[in-house]
């Protein structure tokens, strides 16, 4: 039987890592379709394959595909073909996807009184929410009487960091227009998951990647952990870890942590290493946020000054 989903948006997404035996890296990013008012997993899910790191840009991909699951297989094939055929965009370039024989327009709607008129897209005002979507009115371009309608990604009216994804009706033709964060840093990670550990489990963790040590995350929840795993190498920046990085291991594959060679990765149960002894490293249960196995000298790596820093 399928166990019971978180069934929050964020919890659908995850990612993996793909490493081949010249040591090049391909990321997967992955997001499960989950069924409308359902408490268990389908065995269905949108992964995407890049040589790009930028897990946020690919979740909001993954995203538009996910709530579009319902649409015909035609029309779904052909968003997904957009997509696929889009260059990876430089830092503060777009992607835009024509959408007008995809779905309809979403200016149909009976709560057109309730739009305002002369609203800048930069302030990013919610409006009208019309399902995924919030509505504004672009303002008009000078000597023109065109006024093209904007809809806006509502999860991005909440977070004022991310660049907005949103949809233009013009005339007859709808585009959706997604943005690449133009600090390439904000794309490679969220670390808020990460951050949500106390002080001085993050630096003990800090220390332990400094020194090339085994790193294991656990928790029982894939997106959680996938995230705070990623976000590892984030906060290793402005180093990078080369070595071998999986970000949900599975048990059958423990062998790879008993090998003597650095390794970050990420494990679904505490069972797993209540069976298996890791040494030269360091495992943290993220969800009860506690230092299961380490080796003792974490809190000496790091100067007294850097320390200070670091807790701050």
Known sequence: ??????????????????????????????????????????????????????????????????????????????????????????????????????????????????????????????????????????????????????YISERDIKNPCAIPTYIVEDGGKTELVMTLHPDSRYEDSDLKKLHKLPPDILMKIFSSLLLERKVILISSKISKLSSCVDSLQSILYPFTWHHTFIPILPEALWDIVESPTPVICGVLSTDVVNHHKVENGIVVDIDSSTVLVEEGDENKILSGSMQKVWKR
């Open 1 to 150: 039987d399928s166990v019971p989903l978180d069934c929050t948006n964020s919890a659908q997404a995850y990612s993996l890592l793909i490493t081949n035996d010249k040591g090049e890296r391909m990321f997967g990013y992955c997001r499960r379709v989950l069924p409308e008012g359902s408490t268990h997993c389908l065995p269905l899910a949108y992964c995407i394959l890049s040589k790009y790191r930028a897990p946020r840009f690919y979740k909001k991909i993954l995203t538009e595909l996910e709530t579009r699951h319902g649409i015909k297989n035609k029309f779904r094939d052909e968003l997904i073909g957009q997509f696929y055929k889009q260059k990876f965009p430089k830092p503060g370039e777009s992607i835009k996807i024509d959408l007008t024989n995809v779905e309809p327009k979403m200016g149909k709607t009976d709560n057109k009184e309730n739009l305002e008129e002369s609203v800048d897209l930069v302030s990013y005002v919610h409006i009208n929410k019309c399902g995924e979507y919030g509505t504004i009115n672009k303002i008009a371009k000078k000597n023109t009487e065109k006024v093209d309608q904007i």
